[in-house]
């Protein structure tokens, strides 16, 4: 787990701290400092500080700029030329992915990548994700009681990513371990173990990787390994590291994303009785209802870049070589975006939130995610006639990849016809 802030002591003297903070608001009105109790509880209360007093804003405590209007946080992302992917990393663990270059490499490699992730295939994923989704369900139905991230928030992501890649499930638990270890690498702030972390976790599930591609070559299955060689076979190239940066990063972007797409977007509902209620009533808005919980409390928050070349923005001069951070929470709840940006409406009709990103880094795994939440409300609604928070939850530390460490809910079976 990340403690981020234990990370920002090992780096940071919490004196130095203060006086970084005091200097950015001394300079700008307003100071951001994303491991304080405040923005771990509430940050989109910070985000609308920053959005009205100093939308484009220098954070000094890691030497960025941060973006927190939404029509800047879209153009930042939609101008690959001038925002680069590549060394955007606040820290070196010796990782590079699709999400780490630009064109043309980023071109070649997603156009291989994205032949795994075709609308049919993921039409095709339906099926396995709703038996998935009931099994994990049917085992906590008996309870009165249950943690929601333990029982579905967490295996079910990891369950249909293992499947995908052709991982055996009594490998899971070690799976799981380096998933979370190596999503760190996001975070802007880490302690020099954590970054040791990233690398080792980084190291083992090559090694672990490299037997199922080589199962893979001996005998192809209908996974993505198999359909990455396959690609490779009709003379496409892709290296031994692309491929095994790929897998990792299946493994990576699409487990705890998803995991908090399932229980940030429970926990708003069970927060706005009235919206989870809608919901029940009129089961047509499950679309957009996975939208605005997507919107509303977003499982990536931060999305950063280093800048190509100089150029203003918001009255400020940004210059070459810089780092750029959009605040995709920030302009997620933008009222020059969307109306009444804070309150929960799962009928809303703008649907152009951030949190998959945009531009052509934009979210592979969005439509299984989709799909994912989905199906898990739906499971949730279905067997249970009601559903109460049963106690407060904690959010996990991290400043990028935000939700909740579990969720415990009270339930009450449906009634079924004897
Ligand atoms: C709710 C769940 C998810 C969220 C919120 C999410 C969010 C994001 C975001 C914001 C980006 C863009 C990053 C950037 O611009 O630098 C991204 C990229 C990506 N995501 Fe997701 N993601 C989710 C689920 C998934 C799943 C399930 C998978 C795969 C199984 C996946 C695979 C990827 C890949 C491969 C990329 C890189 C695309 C590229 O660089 O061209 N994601 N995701």
Redesign the pocket.
Known sequence: MMDALGAVASLVKPAAMQVLLAYERLESGVAYNPVSEEAARDPYAVYRRIRDRDPVHRMRLVDAWVLARYEDADAM?RDHARFS?EDRRFHDTGLT???DIDPPD?TRL?SL?SRA?TPRSVRNWHGRVQVIADRLLDAAADQDRFDLIAALGYPL?VTV?AE?LGVPAEDMDRFEGWSNDIALIVEPILSPAQVEGVRRATEELFAYFETIVEARRREPRDDIVSALLAAEEEGDTLSRVELLS?ML??LV???E??R??IGNGMLALLRHSDQLQRLRDEPGLLEPAVDEL?RYD???QL???VLREDLEMGGKRLRAGEKVIAL?GAANRDPAAFQHPDALDIGRKEKSH?????????????S???L??RIAFQGLLDRFASIRLAAEPRYRDGIVLRGVENLWIEVEPRVRPA
């Open positions: 992302l992917n992915t699709l999400l980023h997603r990548v992730f992501p990513i995908m790929t990063l299946i972007a699409g487990n994303t998803t908090n797409l997507l977003s499982p990536v999305d950063g870049r995709l951030l949190s998959f990103g945009r531009g052509i880094h934009y979210c592979l795994g969005a299984l995610a989709v994912e939440a």
